[in-house]
């Protein structure tokens, strides 16, 4: 019998943990380090969801292992006005490499907590509570966060926050506004989605959060210029704009953070996943004259873990080593590689309707027949399901959708990308008979 079947194991899972997303995976995780896991029966696993989509760097990265053993023996956890050096020097240093003047830092532990953040800081500074968000975001759980999210689970917990307003998201893709020619009219659909939420609003928009890339939401990456767009059409509502990197930051998208490329700066910036490499460390970046005017009117947002020691020394050493291992510039280039092979399985696979996507953050997204691209969870399913029959993790997107959203660790190499490419070859053609 496998290990990975153990019926004391399964009895106490199924007697006492709480579902929380779905179906548990069939398999054990004994161990995990570099860009895999190992299972109970000592099968490596091919890790292309970077854990969380957290795990930046793979598993147990040595410097990691052993900033994280330091801290835990010397400096762990304090009482959230007490500061630490490894606190001051994170915030410094994210402030030096993020753009703009976003040089006013909070620490916390998750990415729903800096959402929250930062859209309760909004709120705050400019008196008024509409929130705007994309119709395929997923910005957390929490209050504020789960109000501004929609590409599920939104049905059944009563009323969110009263003011969560709504924009179509940018998909290239499926967008209603694709005219038969294919041409996206873009320009039309924020003009129509923000004729839409003026006439909703109440007069009180507060501020839009959205992801440079819409990863939950299936990895839409919206066309150039559009991310410039929006951030006028907040202007002329004198809206802040939050940019939630949770998943994008830190290089994954070929730029250390993914909204360099279309050069606009928000009023806040969000880090989570990414900046923890697997450790629980968020932050919510905003400008002087913001937090400024925020502390002048009694910002609260005291949480247990703000400005932890523990956690922020493992930042300071990510992002280090992220700069220093030239990481970004890796993502592009690996990147660039996976998504030529995802392109050439589209030429041999019809279900393939589209491979999107910048760096290492892409979405592969299946069909039913490419003509009505009518989506095909049931085929996704199946294919993730083979593929990790086959020793490869992926993930797949919530929301009716067939899209898989792959996302190995920046420690990836060119071997382990064709790896990964081939597992799916196999998959498909698998699933598919």
Request: glycine share 10%; with cysteine; hydrophobic share 40%.
């Amino acid at each position: 019998m496998s290990r990975n079947a153990d019926p004391d194991f399964w009895a106490k899972a199924n007697a006492h943990l709480v579902r929380y997303g779905g179906a548990f995976s069939p398999l054990i995780a004994e161990s995990a380090a570099g860009n895999y896991f190992t299972d109970a029966d000592g099968r490596r696993i091919l890790d292309f969801t970077s854990g969380q989509m957290s795990a930046i760097l793979g598993h147990s990265h040595p410097e990691i292992v052993a900033v994280a053993r330091h801290y835990i023996g010397e400096l762990d956890h304090l009482y959230s006005t007490i500061l630490s050096r490894p606190v001051v020097e994170l915030a410094a240093l994210i402030a030096k490499v993020s753009p703009g003047r976003l040089d006013r830092v909070l620490l916390v532990s998750t990415g729903g907590e800096s959402n929250e953040a930062a859209l309760r800081m909004a709120k705050l500074v400019t008196g008024r509570h509409e929130i705007v968000a994309m119709s395929r975001s997923w910005h957390g759980v929490t209050g504020g966060a789960a109000a501004a999210t929609y590409s599920s689970s939104r049905k059944g917990y009563g009323p969110p926050q009263p003011g969560a307003l709504v924009l179509p998201a940018p998909d290239t893709y499926r967008s209603r506004f694709i005219d038969d020619r294919g041409t996206y009219d873009w320009q039309g659909e924020l003009d129509f989605g923000f004729e839409l939420v003026d006439r909703q609003s109440s007069g009180a928009l507060a501020a839009c959060i959205v992801e440079p890339i819409l990863s939950s939401g299936g990895v839409l990456e919206p066309p150039e210029g559009w991310m410039a767009a929006l951030a006028e059409k907040c202007r002329e509502r004198d809206m802040h704009l939050i940019f939630d990197e949770a998943q994008t930051g830190l290089g994954r998208t070929g730029t250390l953070f993914a909204c360099e490329r279309d050069g606009v700066v928000p009023q806040y910036l969000t880090l989570s996943k990414t900046l923890g490499a697997g450790l629980p460390l968020a932050a919510m970046l905003t400008t002087p004259e913001i937090e400024d005017v925020a502390a002048e009117r009694g910002f609260l947002f005291y949480t247990t873990h703000a400005s932890d020691p523990l956690p922020a020394a493992v930042g300071l050493k990510v992002i280090e080593v992220i700069l220093r291992d030239k990481f970004t510039e890796r993502a592009a280039t690996l990147g660039k590689r996976l998504k030529d092979g995802l392109m050439a399985l589209q030429q041999r696979y019809d279900c393939i309707g589209d491979v999107r996507g910048r760096g290492l953050l892409l979405g592969l997204d299946l069909v039913k027949d490419r003509r009505s691209r009518t989506p095909d969870p049931e085929l996704a399913q199946k294919v993730a399901r083979t593929c990790l029959e086959l020793g490869m993790m992926t993930s797949t997107v919530r929301g009716g959708f067939g899209i898989f959203r792959i996302a190995p660790p920046l420690t990836v190499d060119e071997a382990e990308i064709d790896l990964g490419l081939e597992i799916f070859d196999r998959a498909l053609t698998k699933a598919l008979q």
